[in-house]
């Protein structure tokens, strides 16, 4: 890994924490669909960081997700769970985004914040054993 794809990882996980602390704020606030799209961008920016150390990089967020369970989650590299919630936030993101008006309950997504923390700390403790990020 050279060192400006260091750097741009590093980049991606801080930008991926940082937008983390925006979903707290927005769920906070009251703006469940806006707290939902973050969580989802905050998994984005992280694996755009995992992508990064294999050179690899895409701005399409179905071949992200495809990317991230072939190189990673059948591999063993990340976790089932961390698959599953991706997948959920990619989900949910779509429908947040695009269907009208698409709604979800402050209880039933309150721990997705918490699941999201975990999911890009797993892929930051892979990045910093593995490549030193």
Known sequence: MT???KELAKYR???AFKTLEEAK??????YINTYVNRLYYACFYAVSALLISQDKS???HSQLRAMLHKDYVKTGLLSNQSGRHFDLLFQSRQTG?????ATFNPEEVKDWLEKTRRFIEEIQKFLSAN???
Request: net charge negative; charged share 35%.
């Open 25 to 30: 704020l927005l769920f906070d606030s009251g």
């Open 97 to 101: 985004d695009y269907v009208d008006n």
């Open 13 to 15: 996980l801080e930008r």
């Open 131 to 133: 490549f030193g990020v």
């Open 58 to 60: 895409t701005s399409k």
């Open 3 to 5: 060192k400006e794809s």
